[in-house]
């Protein structure tokens, strides 16, 4: 994985940006997989400003809180509605997020897995980094192995979870969520990490290198062209 070390989160995430204007140029089908978080809201301002065209552009989710519907408040779908698809050219035929209310939530990671599969794979992944290291959902201990699965919340994610909820958060135990293993088989990969308050998490990140799962975001290293965007205070000082 490349670290790249940007001023500011939006030096970061024309970055980003530049990268997916050269995917669609080339394959304005794509798959897309988006990480719903305040760290992409940058990234997803850089796509408007670029004036990306994602109207053949396919979209798969990257996780969801068990239990949530799409439409409430907190939920990885909401937010991805409310900062990106409504205001992007994206057909909805193209968007298949977590049903993270389906009777049987292993068939639903099935059915994901069985979509990426049909569209060809995901061609551009943009993951973001827990402040306990995690990826999507895939938590510290859990194995690198996984596809789509039901993962248990650690108790920093629990912690984290309020900003999300702005009426109040639901109990939350499990997470549905895209595995490690789905990641590594991305073509294109991009973990955005900005703010000061993601310093402490990045030195230990870069105290790796090699994968290990007491920090997830390690798995990604397994990558040689994977990026790690970081902006200034995310980076506190590294070169």
């Known amino acids: 994985m490349k670290k790249l070390v940007f001023d500011t989160p939006e030096q970061a995430a024309r970055h980003a940006a530049d990268t997916v204007a050269a995917l669609l140029a080339q394959k304005p089908d794509a798959v897309l997989c988006l990480a719903a978080g305040h760290t992409s809201l ?6 408007f400003r670029q004036g990306l065209d994602f109207s053949r552009a396919r979209f798969v989710g990257l996780d969801e809180w068990v239990g949530v519907a799409p439409d409430a408040d907190g939920s990885c779908a909401r937010f991805l509605e409310q900062n990106f698809f409504s205001r992007a050219n994206v057909r909805r ?10 009777e049987d939530l292993t068939a639903e990671c099935a059915a994901v897995e069985s979509q990426i599969e049909a569209w060809g794979g995901i061609d551009y992944l943009l993951l973001g980094m827990g402040m306990n290291g995690h990826l999507a959902l895939n938590e510290p201990g859990d194995a690198f ?4 699965h ?8 629990k912690a984290v979870a ?3 909820f702005s009426a109040g958060v639901p109990p939350l135990r499990q997470g549905i969520t895209l595995g490690v293993a789905d990641f590594l088989r991305a073509r294109r990969v991009q973990l955005a990490v900005f703010g000061a308050a993601k310093a402490p998490v990045v030195a230990r990140l870069l ?3 090699a994968p290990t799962t007491e920090l997830p975001a390690t798995a990604l290293y397994s990558l040689p062209d994977a990026e790690l965007l970081l902006d200034a205070a995310a980076a506190g000082g590294t070169v």
Do not use: C, M, W
């Not at 039901?150 to 994610?157: D, G, H, I």
């Open 150 to 157: 039901v993962a248990e919340l650690s108790a920093t994610t």
């Open 42 to 47: 940058p990234v997803f301002e850089a796509f």
């Open 162 to 164: 309020p900003k999300y």
């Open 145 to 148: 192995g996984h596809t789509a």
């Open 207 to 209: 105290e790796f290198s």
């Open 93 to 102: 035929q193209n968007i298949r997020l977590f049903n993270a209310l389906a």
